[in-house]
């Protein structure tokens, strides 16, 4: 009967998942592979219309010894995982999306980590930090937290604070243009993504 049980499980990741946008949690954590790319730098949007979202997540020992690093989805599409010592960037267009994290267990995904109805303007620049750990206190930072988007450990930041904490952090992933719950195009498209009325 256990048999059967773990049968239809792997059954169901492997396909069913696939289905709605989940494929295998493919990053591994920094204890396996620790992020080696290049590190920040600000990139312009490919259409000026569309805003771009930094993620990045800070050194922590724990994050340095997680074997598969937490998965983020936007809009049911899986988009990469978010090593220790790491950033990336996403290419969004405007408006609400639904943006959460899973925390990965082999071939499943067992805990949702957080979520998030990410709210984005065109042409705007934001960041976004990600720590279970150590979240900052944004009463102390800033003069209206509510401002600023948060849910679990991942909080919208302003440029200033993200700026002294990402700039040694490495690229692990390229980001992804996102032009829609079923586009994600490389970085290069070279077109716009809205239609010409």
């Known amino acids: 009967m256990r048999l059967v049980v773990l049968l239809a499980a ?49 050194v922590t020992r724990w994050g340095y010894e997680e074997v598969q690093a937490p998965v ?4 049911a599409t899986q988009l990469f995982g978010l090593k220790a010592g790491a950033y990336t960037w996403l290419e969004l267009p405007a408006g609400n999306h639904d943006f959460y994290a899973r925390r990965p ?17 065109g042409g705007q620049d934001y960041y976004f930090r990600y720590s279970e750990l150590k979240p900052l206190d944004m009463e102390e930072i800033v003069a209206n937290p509510e401002d600023y988007q948060q849910a679990g450990p991942l909080q919208q930041v302003p440029k200033a604070i993200a700026m002294r904490e990402i700039a040694d952090l490495r690229l692990d992933e390229a980001g992804v243009y996102y032009a829609g719950k079923d586009t994600k195009a490389p970085r290069w498209a070279p077109f716009y993504t809205y239609s010409v009325d």
């Open 10 to 58: 792997l059954s169901w990741a492997l396909s069913g998942c696939s289905g709605m946008g989940m494929g295998f949690p493919s990053t591994p954590g920094a204890f396996l592979d620790a992020p080696e790319g290049k590190t920040f730098e600000p990139i312009d949007t490919l259409d000026p219309r569309n805003a771009m979202v930094y993620i990045y997540r800070p």
């Open 72 to 75: 983020f989805f936007l809009d």
């Open 105 to 121: 267990l082999s071939v499943l995904y067992l805990k949702m980590v957080f979520e998030m109805d990410l709210k984005i303007e």
